[in-house]
């Protein structure tokens, strides 16, 4: 069932309703915290089902990839972050701990090192 997105004129609070496609525009949608009728329609983020090769391809575009400095652990880290979120999976653990060293300003070589275990398991080339 849709969920359509509202704010309330009167209490100025969001409002978000569920109506089948035929209740739409049939229904007064009604404010479940003041119960004003008053209610101004509001479009929601729209999602776009992507491939896992056009979120690849979408990754690794120039323009996403010319703000990284291959020198700041910072933006290796934030980088390896946005590419797993782009790909809705979960990397485990160790790529968790990776990025978030990363991120906290610890240089690869530092996190190789303290993390030796990391490259027997397709792990510190992979991440780094």
Known sequence: MPVYEFRC????RPV???FTFAEYGKVQPVCPHCQSANLK???GRVAV???EDARLDAMMDDSALSGLDEEDPK???????????EMGEDMGDEFNEVVDRLESGESPDSIEAAMPDLGNAGGADDFM
């Open 75 to 85: 933006a290796i880290g934030q980088f390896m972050r946005k590419m797993s979120r």
């Open 16 to 18: 978000r309703l569920a």
């Open 41 to 43: 329609r509001r479009i």
């Open 9 to 12: 004129q009167d209490c100025r």
């Open 49 to 51: 089902a992507k491939s």
